[in-house]
């Protein structure tokens, strides 16, 4: 009986990115001067970005089962692809088709019919309006009354009820405003830090000024910069994140639920798997 963005839920940041493509193109929304190298030293520049952009080795299946419930999706239409293929990105563009991967949540959602998931569709790097359109209409055929429609954060019990088993939010406010299924951009804060230390004193930061109205995102993802991929041309960004994860989970399990101004709800993390994240998330809704 608590809505949705008061309890504590577990999450993947760039879900998709255990299927990048080794022989895809370097995204157009990446600097020109990787997208050069990328194109003149591919045997040089590709394996290093994959080794960078890489955030997941599990499929999204495999998330599910280990307890995942939302989804972080970057979506893209691929410059020189055919048509109406959309795949998901992340430096590079992924084997896997979004269609595909939609009916892959929704073949598990009805195999698992209390189970709800939060999908979060953003980026939309390279879309048309026409293609948003496209888009909004595969996530209607594939997951119908599955979604539940935007309005009032709903409870558990209250999605059972209705048989609802999907919140899907869409980053883009003009195509939300045209479709009572979609609902708004879920805020993620994304510190953007290398050192588990500096990320960790970002989200406190964040705290202290009060949490979002509804659903909110804590990352708990390192990120790699430029100096620190020259100082570190073998590693990729698993052997950066492995060693930081003891200090991000303690970091954590110290976090509560509920309607407080300091309290989190979406913890999102990288490698999923790895360790004991998933537990250690789900386990902080005994606080409340």
Known sequence: ???????????????????????SPISQAQSRLL??????????????????????????????????????LRIAHMRDGSEKNLHFVHMVYTTALVEDTLTEISEWLESH????????????????????EYLVAC??????????????????NQMWSRGQQVILSYEEDSVVNRHAELWPGIPYWWGDQVK??????????MKSCGRPGGL??????????????????????????????????AWVRDQSPGPGAQCTNIIAGDFIGAD?????VIRLNEKL
């Not at 588990?196 to 930061?205: A, D, F, K, T």
């Open 1 to 23: 009986d608590v809505p949705l963005h008061q309890l504590s839920i577990p999450g993947s940041h760039d879900t998709m990115t255990y299927c990048l493509n080794k022989t």
């Open 35 to 72: 997208q050069v190298l990328g194109k003149v030293l591919p045997c040089v520049t590709r394996p290093v970005v994959l080794r960078w952009s890489t955030t997941q080795v599990l499929g999204v299946t495999e998330q599910l089962d280990a307890g995942v419930r939302y989804l972080d």
């Open 113 to 132: 019919p209390r189970e709800v998931v939060i999908l979060a569709c953003r980026d939309f790097e390279g879309m048309t309006d026409g293609l948003h």
């Open 139 to 156: 996530i209607r055929n594939i997951f119908g009354d599955m979604l539940c429609p935007r309005g009032e954060m709903p409870t558990l």
């Open 196 to 205: 588990p230390q500096e990320l960790i004193r970002y989200l406190e930061r």
């Open 216 to 249: 909110f995102v804590a990352g708990i993802n390192l990120t790699e910069n430029l100096a620190y991929v020259l100082g570190h041309p073998t590693e990729s960004l698993r052997k950066m994140t492995l060693p930081s994860l003891p200090c991000l989970r």
């Open 276 to 280: 004991a994240f998933v537990g250690d």
